[in-house]
């Protein structure tokens, strides 16, 4: 009911991309994922391992369909009547990549984890 | 292990509750603009209606008015406002009826309707009903006599308009050159006619059929126009020039052009002041906001009208000089401070005659114009047929 013609929902996305801007910010200075320790070093007991396996598939699965939220996000928001509308649909084209990132990840660790399971039940036991 | 990752974890948190919140406001409450078409009449008054739909405008920015004016006549206001694609028609009393047969509009509820003075709600129902109004009153209108007082010390007793009005001095709207000035003619003739009897137009609107009736409540205004005795103008424009320009001491008006003429005179040194008092019986008038059936924006149309009618609208529409339609604004002590008159107003309104609601009326105007026009301009006698044809349109 402004003059700037902003409503409830362009608000959240607003504050969301603010919160998410400053987190990857600090995730990148401080724990770059290029630089993440090998998950090989942690002496993962096989079967709570499969259940993480499980949960980074999920995981990801439900990234990429928030990231499928964003991308719906973006022409909506381009095409409404106001800035507001604009700018929202602006603000939803990082949100959904960074997500994708995100599910990326997930589903690479998922892939690898599986990999190292693979390999420790293929090694003869000392 | 939880540790190595709660920094993408927050992010994932955040990236969910946010875009899934922002979704659920899309989808659930937002609002797309609207842009809502008001055909309406030119605007007399020189703001105030217009003042209205400015305030609306900006503290609405997604559901905004755009005022079409359309200038039309009583016979050809429901064509031009019917090819006219409008959300939301300002419609004089008269056509409530005819949009209504010819399912143009919608009923809708007033939200102040318990304090809608009777006369007023009546004008926005149609022919045998008495529960559904069809447009929600915008504001009220009444004929009234309008005088001079040029000295405040001598008495000023209320004037008998079956006197005055048919007396040098007087003037109103007797004449017309052209369907833009036909109604004025008509309600003109149909409250002198109520002055000499009041049953010739009942309480809802029903006239009298019986000739010899009019004929005797006419022959008077006759009389005063053949013979020169009364000033015979076309429009309330014109009739307010006459008054003005031939300093005369009464006039037949309506209310809403009181503060301009009173403005105007209160500048001459030979006028003290204007004063209103009200007709034996005045014609009801006034606008009506009304839905076009079939605009895609219903539930806003209905939240503008409620705007433009309720009551703090009709206190700043009172200062303007248009009658309220409510008990509400007339009984309001800061509306009384403003608008003195705003009493002789109610009572005008209360005690108005509605002309007949018929979805005829353009039909009925026409004959009746044609009719005694030429019986007190030309002296041609009113016939049986003058009857049959006035029964015949609004059968």
């Known amino acids: ?126 | 292990m939880g540790e190595l990752y709660s920094r993408r974890s927050f992010l994932a948190g955040t990236l969910t509750a946010g875009l899934l919140s922002s979704a659920a406001g899309y989808v659930f409450t937002r609002r797309d603009p609207v842009t809502l078409t008001l055909a309406t009449g030119a605007e007399p008054t020189g703001g105030g209606r217009n003042l209205l739909i400015n305030m609306w405008n900006e503290l609405n920015p997604d559901i905004r008015i755009a005022v079409r004016e359309i200038p039309s006549s009583t016979q050809d206001q429901f064509a031009k406002f019917t090819e006219t694609k409008a959300d939301i028609y300002n419609l004089d009393a008269i056509h409530i009826p005819r949009f209504a047969a010819e399912k143009r509009i919608e009923p809708i509820a007033p939200r102040n309707d318990t304090l809608l003075l009777p006369s007023v709600r009546r004008i926005c129902q149609v022919e045998g009903e008495t529960e559904r109004l069809w447009a929600v009153p915008f504001n009220s209108d009444a004929g009234m006599l309008f005088r001079r007082v040029t000295d405040k010390k001598t008495a000023d007793r209320l004037p008998d308009f079956r006197a005055v009005g048919l007396a040098p001095g007087f003037t109103g709207q007797l004449e017309t050159i052209g369907a833009q000035t036909d109604e004025a003619f008509v309600v003109n003739v149909l409250e002198q006619a109520l002055a000499q009897d009041d049953a010739i137009l009942d309480p809802e609107g029903v006239l009298s059929y019986g000739l010899g009736q009019w004929k005797t409540a006419l022959a008077p205004l006759a009389d005063a126009l053949r013979s020169d005795r009364i000033n015979a103008q076309t429009g309330e424009d014109d009739t307010i020039r006459a008054f003005q320009n031939g300093n005369l001491t009464y006039m037949r008006n309506w209310p809403v052009w009181f503060p301009g003429v009173d403005r105007a005179e209160r500048a001459r040194p030979d006028t003290v002041e204007i004063r209103l008092s009200p007709l034996p019986a005045g014609i009801l008038g006034g606008q009506n906001l009304a839905i076009d059936r079939e605009t895609p924006h219903r539930e806003q149309a209905e939240r503008v009208i409620h705007f433009l009618t309720d009551t703090p609208a009709q206190k700043l529409l009172a200062g303007y000089g248009f009658a309220p339609t409510g008990l509400d604004a007339y009984i309001d002590s800061e509306v009384q401070r403003n608008v003195p008159y705003l009493r002789v107003v109610r009572d005008a309104v209360e005690d108005a005659r509605p002309r007949p609601i018929h979805p005829g009326y353009a039909t009925f105007a026409q004959r009746f114009k044609d009719h005694t026009y030429a019986y007190l301009h030309r002296g041609e006698e009113l016939t049986q047929r003058f009857i049959t044809d006035i029964r015949e349109a609004l059968q």
């Not at chain 1, 969301?16 to 993962?44: C, D, M």
């Not at chain 1, 973006?74 to 095409?79: A, D, F, I, N, R």
């Not at chain 1, 690479?108 to 003869?124: F, G, T, V, Y």
Request: hydrophobic letters at 50%; a positive charge; zero cysteines.
């Open chain 1, 1 to 126: 009911m402004t003059g700037s013609g902003v409503q409830g929902w362009h608000v959240t996305l607003f504050v969301t991309a603010a919160i998410t801007l400053i987190a990857t910010i600090e995730w990148l200075i401080n724990a770059p994922p290029w630089k993440r320790p090998s998950l090989t070093g942690h002496g993962l007991d096989p079967r709570q391992a499969r259940g993480y396996v499980m949960t980074k598939r999920l995981r990801a699965a439900l990234l990429v369909l928030l990231a499928l939220v964003a991308v719906v996000i973006v022409p909506v928001g381009m095409l409404g009547p106001t800035l507001a509308d604009q700018l929202a649909g602006v603000t939803a084209v990082p949100l959904g990549g960074i997500t994708l990132i995100l599910a990326y990840l997930s589903y690479r660790e998922s892939r690898e984890m599986s990999a190292l399971l693979r390999n420790s039940a293929d090694r003869p036991p000392p």
